[in-house]
T-cell receptor
Framework: GAGVSQSPSNKVTEKGKDVELRCDPISGHTALYWYRQRLGQGLEFLIYFQGNSAPDKSGLPSDRFSAERTGESVSTLTIQRTQQEDSAVYLC??????????FGPGTRLTVL | DQQVKQNSPSLSVQEGRISILNCDYTNSMFDYFLWYKKYPAEGPTFLISISSIKDKNEDGRFTVFLNKSAKHLSLHIVPSQPGDSAVYFCAAKGTGFQKLVFGTGTRLLVSP
């Protein structure tokens, strides 16, 4: 079966522009997560969706970051007025239960 | 604060030998631990996990050991193969919390 997919795989943008990153979770997975990995660092939790519950946004670094998920399908992470420190690999993961999360290939964002 | 620590940024091992990757955590609420492997330009791939009710979990060449009193876990790979060369991330989560807290990773190089 298909794994988690993300698009685009690479995104280069200018400082101040908005970007949208997309995640398609594994079919049937009720939970979806966004993480980011900055250069030389570990993965940093951003946001978590579970079914129709209110998302856990505790990891979002600023109000320029937002995410949406439609039902138990696609999610979009939006970064407004991008800054150079937003440059990172943005990773999406999904899970069926509370434990093992399966990751997509990531979107490499470069803010010039 | 770094709740999950991987103090060795890199490890070099010869093919056929044992690789031991270590991970320490500080949060006593963590009760589930995972190891992920990451190749360049790919998302992390789930490798093996362990619940806090166990002290060992084995899957083929991979064994994870958990020492709760020391808040320490380790991943053993025996025998190591060149294809195991990757960055290995330790991750942890607590009951009722869905987000994974990751270490900064250890780069394993297995030479022929």
């Amino acid at each position: 079966g298909a794994g988690v997919s993300q698009s685009p795989s690479n995104k280069v943008t200018e400082k101040g522009k908005d970007v949208e990153l997309r995640c398609d979770p594994i079919s049937g997975h009720t939970a979806l997560y966004w993480y980011r990995q900055r250069l030389g660092q570990g993965l940093e939790f951003l946001i978590y969706f579970q079914g129709n519950s209110a998302p856990d946004k505790s990891g979002l670094p600023s109000d320029r970051f937002s995410a949406e998920r439609t039902g138990e399908s696609v999610s979009t992470l939006t970064i407004q007025r991008t800054q150079q420190e937003d440059s990172a690999v943005y990773l999406c993961a999904s899970s069926l239960g509370p434990d093992t999360q399966y990751f997509g290939p990531g979107t490499r964002l470069t803010v010039l | 604060d770094q709740q999950v620590k991987q103090n060795s940024p890199s490890l070099s091992v010869q093919e056929g030998r044992i690789s031991i990757l270590n991970c320490d955590y500080t949060n006593s609420m963590f009760d589930y631990f995972l190891w992920y492997k990451k190749y360049p330009a790919e998302g992390p791939t789930f490798l093996i996990s362990i619940s806090s009710i166990k002290d060992k979990n084995e899957d083929g060449r991979f064994t994870v050991f958990l020492n709760k009193s020391a808040k320490h876990l380790s991943l053993h790979i025996v025998p190591s193969q060149p294809g195991d060369s990757a960055v290995y991330f330790c991750a942890a989560k607590g009951t009722g919390f869905q987000k994974l807290v990751f270490g900064t990773g250890t780069r394993l190089l297995v030479s022929p």
